[in-house]
């Protein structure tokens, strides 16, 4: 088990992409403590965890309370006696699929405001019980809107390029307190467009072209990925756990490309 003992926090944890993180990283025994708005879906995937045998803790918390992502932070260091892995999984309902002539800077604004301020508290909260033991993985979350131009994806391309650049430049600051800092680029993931915001969103861009959601989804996979498929839930938990182990300990600093070659580096 690559992450045996390892505390993590997982913010967002009730999520598509937190939750599927959350049961792998439990697989590989992580001892976990979960975060976000839901009390009870939190309880119910941390029954879930400690019904299979493995550790994991909930706490009902905004990730963009900064006292509050503080405390929490506190909490679960002196409970365990240290964080190893912070995961920032939350996601925030935005728009997408408006024109910019009728986008109005509130609708851009949200994502960006949001997802960067969410980042930035969560990361600061864990860094320094980091780095009192020189040793510690920060893990973000981007799409390909970072690198891509287009019609309907204004907010979430400029928000996804600052976390990334958020990523790379806090790896630099951080590196010499010995944590890494890794940000996770996959591309739509139709498991996740289940999920009620994650579906409006994507909607939003599907009217936009005047399809289907599946549609738009079928046509990215075999249009837009050199693969012909999109990335599953299963493949993202994978490479979460091997970026949070040891074995991935000369990786920092990193945009890793999970899009199935929508993007190409």
Do not use: W
Not at 48 to 76: C, Y
Not at 83 to 88: S, Y
Not at 120 to 125: G, H
């Amino acid at each position: 088990m690559i992450l045996q003992g390892k505390r993590c926090i997982i913010h967002g944890a009730a999520g598509a992409i937190g939750g599927a993180v959350a049961r792998r990283f439990a697989r590989e025994g992580a001892r976990l403590f979960l975060a976000g708005p839901t009390l009870s879906k939190l309880e119910q995937l941390a029954s879930e965890i400690r019904a299979a045998g493995g550790n994991a803790a909930a706490a009902q918390l905004d990730a963009l309370d900064g006292p509050a992502v503080r405390e929490h932070a506190r909490a679960v260091a002196d409970a365990a006696g240290g964080i190893d892995v912070m995961l920032n999984a939350a996601g925030f309902a935005h728009v997408q699929g408006t024109p910019f002539a009728e986008l109005s800077y509130e609708e851009f604004e949200l994502p960006v405001h949001k997802y960067n301020r969410s980042n930035f508290l969560t990361a600061q909260a864990a860094a320094p019980y980091m780095a009192r033991n020189r040793s510690g993985v920060i893990l973000t979350l981007s799409t390909p809107g970072a690198r891509l131009s287009g019609a309907g994806f204004l907010g979430n391309g400029v928000s996804s390029a600052a976390i990334e650049a958020m990523s790379r430049i806090l790896a630099g600051e951080l590196g010499p307190q010995g944590i890494r800092v890794i940000c996770m680029r996959p591309d739509a993931i139709p498991e996740a467009v289940a999920t009620s915001h994650t579906r409006a969103v994507f909607e939003g861009m599907a009217s936009l072209n005047g399809i289907s959601v599946e549609a738009m989804l079928q046509g990215r996979a075999q249009g837009a990925t050199l693969l012909d498929r999109l990335p599953t839930l299963d493949q993202i938990s994978a490479f979460a756990a091997f970026a949070a182990s040891d074995g991935a300990g000369a990786m920092t600093g990193a945009i890793a490309n999970l899009s199935c070659g929508s993007l190409v580096d």
